[in-house]
């Protein structure tokens, strides 16, 4: 899912009046001549935006789901290893 926001947000971003003919075909299927519509600068500048947007969130998820740990699960970890040390230490002694 985070993937396939990067990819539309990149491309949204890129070519927004594109998008916004695709989606305009889409959604204005059964009305006459949808094609003459023309969209507002505020509006492409609107969707362009908003693709940015999604994009960038796209990606955070993806590093924060597959990019290197950022100290949370390496903590744990830690406190493991240790528990696991002392327990090996303590069944040493015995």
Known sequence: MAASAVVFGVVGALVPRRVIEVAGRLLLAGYEN??????????VSAVRGKSALSALAGAIVLALEYGPSLGGDAEAEDTEDAEADAVDRADAEE
């Open 34 to 43: 949808p094609e003459d519509l023309e969209p507002e600068g505020w509006y």
